[in-house]
């Protein structure tokens, strides 16, 4: 799908703020709301928009400790990968899990409410999965605030 300037705009507007009113998001971008509508209603069809969320505040939540783990798996067999795979998908504390090229196989956001919990998780969780070789941490010291999913158009 080929996306206008109009496009562009909708979805810079859209990515800031998913809850803006229809007419309000079409004056922004000086369309007619049933124009809008349509146009928005095509990218979600045509799945540029895949869904909408609630960005949560971390710090009200009481989530205070963050982590980035680097994850080295011992093997890649099938069956490993797919245990350490649904396991990080089914904790809460796993904010965001990227399989990425280079040394680390794997990449955690971790979210916790404080280095006893995280540490709870690495001890009961994270280093029982038979698929890992090594998990490096860094502690998140602060997050730089960006302008949306840093998806660029």
């Given amino acids: 799908m080929e996306l206008s ?6 979805l810079a507007l859209l990515q800031s703020d998913c809850r803006i009113p ?7 971008v000086g369309m007619s709301s049933s124009a809008c509508w ?3 209603r095509a990218l979600e ?10 960005v949560l505040s ?32 089914s904790r809460r504390e796993v904010q965001a899990c990227y ?3 280079g040394q680390a196989d794997y990449h955690l956001l971790i979210k916790c409410k404080s280095i006893e919990s995280f540490n709870q998780f690495q001890d009961d969780f994270l280093f029982q999965l038979p698929a890992i070789r ?3 941490t860094n502690v998140v010291l602060r997050e730089i605030s960006t302008s949306g999913s840093g998806l660029s158009l």
């Fill in 58 to 89: 971390s710090a009200r939540l009481g989530l205070t400790f963050q982590a980035v783990v680097h994850v080295q798996l011992t093997r890649h067999d099938p069956d490993a990968l797919q245990a350490f795979i649904e396991g990080v998908a």
């Fill in 38 to 40: 349509r146009r928005v």
């Fill in 134 to 136: 090594s998990a490096q």
């Fill in 45 to 54: 069809e045509a799945g540029v928009i895949e869904r909408y969320k609630a």
């Fill in 99 to 101: 399989a990425t090229t």
């Fill in 5 to 10: 300037n109009k496009d562009q705009q909708l």
């Fill in 22 to 28: 229809n007419a309000e998001l079409a004056e922004k």
